[in-house]
């Protein structure tokens, strides 16, 4: 039987997922925007490098060689970034859509939880009819049996409850008047 705890536990769970999910995606437009810059930077280092190439022809050979060496590094360097940005954002992505698919299976887990709680109070309540009626149908039968109540004249509702209280007050009375008529 699904309890309001378990009920309650995959609720505190699915919201956990959402939770992650959200920061998943903050860290995933994050990872994209180094990665934009990264890109960037890589654009302005091959427009630099282009610059620095241009200089090159008109400085001597030495002056030019470690620029270009320097740019190249740099270059290289910025390259690998980008690409390490890019493999964090694929990584980050494939969590992101893990819990999506995690979450959404922990909705539906609590929507058909939900869907047996309600099953099990419509049965519950029918069931306290049942027993609201068996019970009423015992203290007929008792009043009968104890001849509190004629089993021809039973009535139904609240005026049963006061005719029969009436007639049970008035039984009471004619009972202590022959008790004391004894003598």
């Known amino acids: 039987m699904v ?3 378990q009920i309650r536990a995959l609720e505190a769970r699915v919201e956990k997922a959402v939770v992650l999910i959200d920061k998943l995606r903050k860290e995933n437009a994050e990872l994209e925007q180094r990665l934009l810059e990264a890109s960037g930077a890589h654009d302005l280092l091959a427009a630099e490098n282009a610059e620095l190439k241009i200089k090159l022809e008109s400085l001597p050979d030495e002056d030019f060689l470690d620029k270009l060496s320097q740019a190249e590094a740099r270059c290289d360097s910025e390259s690998r970034r980008r690409l390490e940005l890019e493999e964090l954002l694929a990584a980050a992505k494939a969590e992101a859509q893990e819990h999506k698919a995690r979450a959404e299976a922990a909705q539906a887990k609590a929507s058909e939880l939900e869907a047996s709680a309600e099953e099990f109070k419509s049965e519950q ?3 306290e009819e049942g027993l609201a009626h068996a019970l009423s149908k015992l203290d007929a039968f008792e ?6 109540t004629p089993p021809s004249t039973v009535e139904e509702g ?15 009375e004619a009972s202590a008047e022959n008790e004391l008529d004894i003598f």
């Open 3 to 5: 309890k309001l705890e």
């Open 125 to 127: 309540l029918r069931i």
């Open 143 to 148: 009043d009968m049996v104890m001849g509190i």
């Open 158 to 172: 609240p005026k049963a409850s006061e005719s029969a209280a009436q007639e049970a007050d008035t039984q009471k």
